[in-house]
Nanobody, 130 residues
Framework: VQLVESGGGLAQSGGSLRLSCAASGINLDQYVIGWFRQYRGVEREGVSC????????IYSDSARGRFTISRDSAKNTVYLQMNNLRPEDTAEYFC????????????????????????WGTGTPVTVSS
């Protein structure tokens, strides 16, 4: 099983980036997917999470209204569209997946998964300049 993030990079304040999380070895349609970020060793923060049914996605207060999580089942990929970026969005961004029968988007975003059936990507860096 592998989750591979891409799409990070350098953006100016107010700009946009779209992160991708491509999965192999699992069908993401059967998983709750979350985007998390971590800045210089600070505790990992849930940014956005979505249930396997794609209903009622969860966003952090910081992300709500600026970021959008979406899924392309045909590509087995989940995206995070980030608009109106701010310098405080600078962080390493990770995606995670956990089976939908053991978690929910709301729970995952507050409790980064660490169980034996959870998977994490290796991260993609986002730097937003002012």
């Amino acid at each position: 099983v592998q989750l591979v993030e891409s799409g990070g990079g350098l953006a100016q304040s107010g700009g946009s980036l779209r992160l991708s999380c491509a999965a192999s070895g699992i069908n993401l349609d059967q998983y709750v997917i979350g985007w998390f970020r971590q800045y210089r060793g600070v505790e990992r923060e849930g940014v956005s999470c979505v249930n396997s049914a794609d209903d009622d996605p969860i966003y952090s207060d910081s992300a709500r209204g600026r970021f959008t999580i979406s899924r392309d089942s045909a590509k087995n990929t989940v995206y995070l569209q980030m608009n109106n970026l701010r310098p405080e969005d600078t962080a390493e961004y990770f995606c995670a997946a956990e089976p939908s029968f053991i978690t929910s988007a709301r729970y995952m975003c507050s409790n980064p998964p660490n169980g034996g059936m959870s998977y994490w990507g290796t991260g993609t860096p986002v730097t937003v300049s002012s």
